[in-house]
Nanobody, 113 residues
Framework: QVQFVESGGGTVQPGGSLRLSCEASGISISVFAMAWYRQAPGKQREFVARVGAVAKHYADFVKDRFTISRDNDKNAIFLEMNSLDPEDSAVYYC????????WGQGTRVTVSS
């Protein structure tokens, strides 16, 4: 059974930073391109960033503030988020980039003063 467990969210002030983690089980992420997504209240889930074997791509709104990385030995991916803005408040999820597996619970990020 494939499972993703996201962690690292919390409440930070505007301009703050967080590091999100996603641990996978039931699959070996080494053979997949992996991605982070987010869903804000009342909005659809949207793409944030993806990481392949080497290449990384980001949504336009990231604007060099976030860095995605992966550790295949730990079967995990990460999202380093800096210069956070209230618009970044959402529940963040990870999954394979294509043919997504069941979604995890996500980790909530709240950016507020």
């Amino acid at each position: 059974q494939v499972q993703f467990v996201e962690s690292g969210g919390g409440t930070v002030q505007p301009g703050g930073s967080l590091r999100l983690s996603c641990e996978a089980s039931g699959i070996s992420i080494s053979v997949f391109a992996m991605a982070w997504y987010r869903q804000a209240p009342g909005k659809q889930r949207e793409f944030v960033a993806r990481v392949g074997a080497v290449a990384k791509h980001y949504a336009d709104f990231v604007k060099d503030r976030f860095t995605i990385s992966r550790d295949n030995d730990k079967n995990a991916i990460f999202l380093e988020m800096n210069s956070l803005d209230p618009e970044d408040s959402a529940v963040y999820y990870c999954n394979t980039e294509t043919n997504p597996h069941p979604w995890g619970q996500g980790t909530r990020v709240t950016v507020s003063s």
